[in-house]
């Protein structure tokens, strides 16, 4: 049974805007570290946002100003709030958790993942 739930993913065209959700039975957003990656094949998974349980997010440098990530801690759901996406958005999205306080956006921070959902942009 998948601890980690990504749902949200689907085709949009470029300047559109897209929620994903991750949802989780196991690992509480408020006190684990949270993040979202993304990945293309042949490409190493890429950190896109993190969040601490202070609250306290960060941003790759591609997505800032435009992804928004956030979470419902009474419903214990990571969210993604993608906007103004480009055709370079196109990849899997991953949410993880990790068990440290706060971590760089580097996959090997993270112990914990979903099994991913889909964005694609078309120009």
């Known amino acids: 049974q998948a601890q980690l739930v990504e749902s949200g993913g689907d085709s949009v065209q470029s300047g559109g805007s897209l929620r994903l959700a991750c949802t989780t039975s196991?690992?509480?957003?408020?006190?684990?570290?949270m993040g979202w990656f993304r990945q293309v094949p042949g490409k190493d998974r890429e950190g896109v946002a993190g969040i601490a349980n202070d609250g306290t997010s960060n941003y790759a440098d591609s997505v800032k100003g435009r992804f928004t990530i956030s979470r419902d801690i009474a419903k214990n759901t990571l969210f993604l709030q993608m906007n103004s996406l480009k055709p370079e958005d196109t990849a899997m999205y991953y949410c993880?958790?990790?068990?440290?306080?706060?971590?760089?956006?580097?996959?090997?921070?993270?112990?914990?993942w979903g099994q991913g959902t889909q964005v694609t942009v078309s120009s």
């Open positions: 993880a958790a990790s068990s440290f306080k706060t971590a760089p956006l580097k996959a090997s921070f993270f112990g914990h």
């Open positions: 196991v690992y509480s957003v408020s006190q684990y570290f």
